[in-house]
């Protein structure tokens, strides 16, 4: 078993130099190539990290659903692993661009928070999967925890697109379309070093979060495991 | 059996339990009550900004009286391993989540047609012709509350400090129903009628529409013995 595990650590270990390596070619490409915004100047380069932390944030809450399913549907504990993992790093992550965008908001807008659509939605996200988290850990039997923890990632994430709906309607009704600005195509209005940044940015997102969720499921595994051996010995 | 028939049987069990205890029913009544009390002394709102705060008030009230019957929603079961004994039986598992949901709401809209009417004495409003609209709106947002609100009382039926953990998962995936209604009943209040409101009025029968069929399907994975 330690030789089948050897490749495995070793493309992990690939897979995490990578992730190093983009994001760090992004972060320089975003901090010094990338020109200042027109508008927000420098503090704009936040940007960098926010949309990609938001976006695999999404991604995560979309791997806890599919491990959610797949585990009500085949009962197998690797489904419920990957969900528990991705619902971890999804939270991680979703604190990071709920900082990092309140720290770009308070030069930009004057405010570290304020009731914006989008911005509600995300602190919404964060609650739903940081209960979903404490309901894992409120459970003693585990594949109670399990089958509980399925189904409300399933809920929580069949509920995003209501509460998107609700939070944009709840903004546009009250007040007219606010602080933060139209999408325009980007290519028209975005300078393109901004937009190579973005991507490599992105790209080191990915890996990174691949690289984590590697680690926090071989955690997972280790744990079961563990489990069973204690029980062979009768421990 | 049919699954109708099988609700039927399994809700009047609950209600006649509920008849005979009348635990959650009176409790909830109470709570209602008191804490209308409570918003009059901590708002001590003029007359002519009652009318604003009247939507939110309602709700922040029928929240927490549902979320405490909720708590007490499987109490019976808990009790001497009734709940196996359900299980064991050959019912749709449907079935005792359609009951549950309609006996909490049963219980929730009992409380709803006398803390409402109660709202506008305490309050002195004047707008009793409105309240059939707001009654519709009203149930709309109990039964989507009391859909998700079995879901997740059944899910953390086995856990630690339930009773805390429940208003922790059950409230972040209400808003949509907490805005819908609260805005709705904004918009009834404002302009006597429902109007501009229907798109919030449609998020909510859909809200509703999705969870009830989806508690539907998947009740059987929810409880488990």
Known sequence: ?235 | MSLLSETFLLLRKDLLLELRRRDSLLTMFFFGTLLLFVFHFSFDLPPDKVAEMTPALLWLAFLFTGTLGLAQLFNAERENHCLDALLLSPLDRGALFLAKTSFNLILMVLVEIVVIPLFWILFNLNSWNLLPQLFLVTFLGTVGFCVLGTIMAAITLKARARELLLPLILFPLMIPIILATIRCMENVLRTGELGDALPWLRLLLGFDVIFLTLGVLIFDWVIES
């Open chain 1, 1 to 235: 078993m330690a030789q089948a595990a050897k490749p495995i650590r070793k493309s992990r270990g690939v897979l995490g130099a990578l992730a190093l390596t983009a994001i760090a070619i992004g972060l320089y490409w975003g901090l010094v190539i990338a020109p200042p915004d027109a508008y927000q100047g420098e503090v704009q380069r936040i940007m960098y990290l926010h949309l990609p932390s938001i976006l695999t944030a999404y991604l995560s809450y979309f791997l806890v659903f599919v491990g959610s399913g797949m585990y009500l549907w085949k009962r197998e504990k690797r489904d419920d692993i990957l969900a528990h993992s991705a619902a971890e790093i999804g939270v991680l992550f979703t604190a990071l661009t709920i900082i990092a965008g309140s720290i770009w908001g308070r030069p930009t807008w004057g405010v570290w928070w304020t009731w914006d659509a989008r911005l509600t939605l995300t602190a919404i996200l964060l609650l739903i999967y940081t209960g979903y988290l404490m309901l894992r850990s409120l459970i003693e039997d585990e594949s109670r925890a399990a089958s509980a923890a399925a189904v409300l990632g399933i809920i929580g994430f069949l509920d995003i697109p209501l509460i998107h709906m609700s939070v944009y309607w709840w903004r546009t009704l009250h007040q007219p379309p606010s602080i933060l600005q139209p999408n325009k195509p980007p290519w028209e209005n975005v300078h393109p070093s901004m937009l190579t940044a973005l991507a490599i940015s992105f790209a080191g997102f990915l890996l990174l979060y691949f690289y984590l969720l590697s680690l926090r499921y071989r955690l997972g595994e280790m744990r079961e495991k563990i489990k069973a051996r204690r029980l062979e010995r009768g421990v």
